[in-house]
């Protein structure tokens, strides 16, 4: 493990090595606080562990690029892009949440103190991670590059049109939903393995 002297350049690094050990640090440290936010702003516990398993991977993605540089926490990145795609969910399924929580508030309840995560369910939501990087490993080209478009890069429909050479932003939308799809069977075909 890494300890609290080691500064998240550090993590980061390991993450980007895909060491098991910093994926392990930034879920202890970080998913208790975005998983409480989530669920306090009408999430449920699957969609905070599915939401941060996507900032993961959207993390995971830039360290992966030699010139990224992270200008902010970890947390803070993460959180972000929880908020992000909880905001785009919400937006698709035309639903307001009742009441948004700055993430600065007083917490009477304690879902936004880190805690230490029972070891099994963290090895259960580590081994989705490693599935999530297989199904992604063989679901090949074009959904592979699609996907990571605009999960990873944040690239608009029209864009990703434009760059996969799709005829207008529907199709590139209708071609994603595809590749999420795939991406689906492969990711439950490995963990029902």
């Known amino acids: ?7 998240e350049q550090q993590l980061l690094k390991a993450l980007a090595k895909g060491e098991r050990a910093a994926t392990e640090q930034i879920y202890k440290q970080q998913f208790p606080v975005i998983s409480g936010w989530l669920i306090k702003n009408g999430g449920s516990p699957d969609d905070a562990a599915d939401l941060f398993q996507e900032a993961i991977v959207v993390l995971f993605g830039k ?4 010139d990224f540089t992270l200008t902010c926490a970890i947390g803070t990145y993460l959180f972000s892009i929880s908020k992000h795609l909880w905001y785009k969910k919400l937006q698709q399924q035309q639903k307001e949440p009742t009441r948004l929580y700055d993430n600065t508030e007083s917490d009477e309840d304690g879902l936004g ?6 070891v099994n369910v963290h090895h259960e939501r580590e081994a989705h991670f490693d599935q ?3 199904a992604l490993d063989q679901i090949g080209e074009p959904c592979r590059s699609l ?3 605009f ?5 608009s429909m029209q864009e990703i049109a434009a760059d996969f050479g799709y005829t207008n932003p529907e199709n590139a939308k209708t071609q994603k939903y595809k590749c999420l799809t795939r991406l689906r069977k492969l990711f439950y075909s490995v963990q029902a393995k």
Do not use: G
């Not at 493990?1 to 500064?7: F, G, K, P, R, W």
């Not at 360290?63 to 030699?66: C, P």
């Not at 999960?151 to 690239?155: A, E, F, G, L």
């Open 1 to 7: 493990m890494y300890s609290a002297t080691n500064n």
């Open 63 to 66: 360290v992966q690029n030699a």
């Open 113 to 118: 103190i880190a805690y230490d995560e029972d």
């Open 132 to 134: 999530l990087n297989n």
């Open 147 to 149: 996907l990571q478009a």
């Open 151 to 155: 999960y990873h890069k944040d690239k």
